[in-house]
């Protein structure tokens, strides 16, 4: 992808990033990650029904890697079943990781695909949280 | 000042994390060298002469450092670094000597290791901690922890030089409120005894705690400094070889007396010899000299910083090498990284204060921390590179 591009699109999801704010509900997940390696502290909250994720929303502070992937995260995956989710997120890391993944599933999210090992754990963030909170779904817990 | 004796400064690099750790200078590295290189060996156990030399070597450095804070060599206890020393204290004599409803004075501008074993201690025996309020500079001031000071106050723990503001604490003031009052005074060093003078009888400390590799010198030692009397009621948290007398199978033992008494096993040799060495390399240069260089530096890099609009500092007046700022709008980790990739390197953090946040209103900001070999290239680099940072996220994304 051309670096302009990549650069442009990291951006404006940083600074207007999509679902930034949580909601004040008690049928959504929620999950905090407080980075070891670094100093991001976000907030997730995710409502599933159905088996589909109705909706993702996130707060706190950040880098410009970790919360513009999860403002482009949050887009890829609300809509999708929790199958499919599973299915983004394990090539979103395949792609940070640099394994081989399915570059078409990923879409916008493409534009990690070449990261600085440094900032890995910065996009890595969002799929974390995500993933913990699939993980209490399946668990059958709720927080 | 002595750019040339450190090895990591041939790379074209700006080093502003000292506040983290410090370059090693090349007669330390020399030094521990010469160690493994010419007479390896055991301590406290050999008649061969390696041996006897590493003997020499290991306990001579208890001399080098009373001198150097000014104590005594006996009170000088070999610890793996700050961390271990104030876990020492606080777990070998404080988990004694302190009970349900005594209180215990911080601030909220501590280091993690400066208040994490409180946390343990006050949960275990229901110890009171509370915290002196800071000013409005997020500064300690003698007055506020008079103010805090009760009937009940056991322990003043608090740092010499707190890692995140830099305010210079009057602990001469503070170590006589505590002799006059009865109460047991803890110094955190780390961010002060390898900056500047430290008097450890005449400021009244009951315990200090310094780590060598803030101090040129390598990691995994540092010292407690335990005044004798309190050393002889404390009670080690390792029990091993070098620190017993005798023990028998009916159960009977006797541990050595002294500092020993708290090193138990093979300690990391090497490292307290090259401590020794770093140590006698400051004092060569002179306490006085490197704290008057970091703060006129300081100043040098306050007035060159405020000339730029989108700089936000918040602790210009502290009398130490220690600066915190933000670039408006910029999240400290985003900065750090875009100044990275002009080899200036500077932490971004809360810094291991967490709590001081409450106060502060800011949870992260970017840290300069000086040493002696800072110079004023190094900060006109910095101004030059943040006065560009209008392209920040073209570098750092
Ligand atoms: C004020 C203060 N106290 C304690 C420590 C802990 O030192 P160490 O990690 O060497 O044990 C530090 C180090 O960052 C510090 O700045």
Known sequence: MDSNLRREIILDNYQNPTNRGLVNDDSYLKVNTNSESCIDNLDFMMKIEDNKVKDICFDGEACAISTSASSILIRSLIGKSVDEVRNILENYKKMINEEDYDKDLLGELNVYDTLQPNRKNCALLPSVAIDKMLGSVRDGRKN | ?397
């Open chain 2, 1 to 397: 000042m002595n750019r040339e004796d450190f090895p990591m400064l041939n790379q074209d690099i700006v080093y502003f994390d000292n506040g983290a750790t410090t370059l090693k200078p090349k007669v330390v590295i020399e030094k521990m060298m010469e160690y493994y290189q010419e007479y390896t060996s055991n301590i406290h156990r050999g008649d061969y002469d390696a041996a006897i030399k590493t003997n020499e070597a290991y306990d001579g450095v208890r001399k080098i450092v009373a001198h150097f804070v000014n104590c005594k060599p006996e009170e000088v206890i070999f610890t793996s670094g700050t961390t271990m020393s104030i876990n020492t204290v606080v777990f070998s004599y404080m988990r004694k000597h302190l009970h349900k409803g005594d209180e215990v004075i911080l601030s909220k501008a501590e280091h993690a290791s400066n208040v994490l074993p409180w946390l343990k201690l006050s949960e275990e025996l229901g110890v009171v901690i509370k915290y002196a309020p800071l000013d409005s500079n997020m500064e300690l001031k003698v007055e506020s922890i008079e103010k805090t000071i009760t009937e009940k106050t056991k322990v003043i723990s608090i740092a010499h030089v707190s890692n995140v503001i830099g305010d210079v604490r009057d602990i001469k003031a503070i170590g006589k409120l505590c002799s006059e009052k009865g109460i047991i005074f803890n110094v955190d060093g780390a961010q002060s005894v390898p900056h500047m003078k430290v008097d450890f009888k005449d400021s009244n400390i009951d315990f200090l705690s310094f780590s060598a590799h803030k101090m040129c010198g390598p990691t995994g030692v540092g010292v407690l400094v335990a005044k004798e009397e309190l050393m002889d009621e404390m009670t080690p948290l390792c029990f091993g070889g070098g620190m017993n007398q005798t023990f028998e199978v009916d159960g009977s033992y006797e541990l050595k007396t002294g500092p020993s008494k708290f090193e138990a096993g093979t300690p990391p040799i090497a490292e307290v010899i090259g401590m020794g060495e770093a140590i006698k390399y400051l004092e060569k240069i002179g306490m006085e000299n490197i704290h008057k260089n970091e703060v006129e530096l300081k100043k040098f890099l306050v007035s060159e910083l405020e000339k730029i609009p989108n700089i936000i500092l918040y602790n210009t007046n502290s009398n130490s090498g220690i600066l915190a700022f933000n670039i408006d709008g910029v999240f400290a980790q985003d900065s750090s990284v875009y100044l990275n990739s002009y080899n200036i390197y500077v932490r971004a953090g809360n810094h291991c204060a967490k709590i001081l946040k409450d106060e502060m209103k800011i949870k992260n900001t970017v840290r300069v921390s000086l040493y002696l070999y800072n110079n004023k290239e190094d900060v006109l680099k910095l101004i030059e590179v943040l006065k560009r940072s209008a392209d920040i996220f073209k570098v750092v994304i």
